[in-house]
C-alpha cells in the first residue's frame, strides 16, 4: 500500500490550494478515503472523508464545511482535498488516510502553511 501527498505549500490567508493523493497497491474503489491534519502541539483530527465508489457520502469537519471540497477520481486512484479561503488555522501536516476493513493506512503527508 502507497500513498503520496502532493500540494501543500505556502498561501496567503484568503487563498486556495489543491491537496492531491496517489494510491496504489490495493483496491481503491473499495476504500474509504480520509484526509486528516495535524498542527504543533494538536493532535490529529479529521479533516473530509468520502465513502468508496458507488456511495456519494462525504464529511466534513466543522470548521472547513463550505471552504474545503472532497473528491475522488477512481480511474486515477487519487482522492483531491481542494481548498478555499484558507485561514491561519489550517496550517497544518496535511496526511491522506485509506480505510480497508479494520486496517487502515497514512501517507507521508504535506505541509500546508497559510501565512501573509
Known amino acids: 500500500v502507497h500513498l503520496v501527498e502532493t500540494g501543500g505549500g505556502l498561501v496567503q490567508p484568503g487563498g486556495s490550494l489543491r491537496l492531491s493523493c496517489a494510491a496504489s497497491?490495493?483496491?481503491?474503489?473499495?476504500?474509504?478515503m480520509r484526509w486528516y491534519r495535524q498542527s504543533p502541539g494538536k493532535e490529529r483530527e479529521l479533516v473530509a472523508g468520502?465513502?468508496?465508489?458507488?456511495?456519494?457520502?462525504?464529511y466534513y469537519l466543522d470548521s472547513v464545511k463550505g471552504r474545503f471540497t472532497i473528491s475522488r477520481d477512481n480511474a486515477k486512484n487519487t482522492v483531491n482535498l481542494q481548498m478555499n479561503s484558507l485561514k491561519p488555522d489550517d496550517t497544518a501536516v496535511y496526511y491522506c488516510?485509506?480505510?480497508?476493513?479494520?486496517?487502515?493506512?497514512w501517507g507521508q503527508g504535506t505541509q500546508v502553511t497559510v501565512s501573509s
Open positions: 488516510h485509506a480505510v480497508m476493513g479494520r486496517a487502515g493506512y
Open positions: 497497491g490495493f483496491t481503491f474503489n473499495n476504500c474509504i
Open positions: 468520502i465513502s468508496s465508489a458507488g456511495d456519494s457520502t462525504v
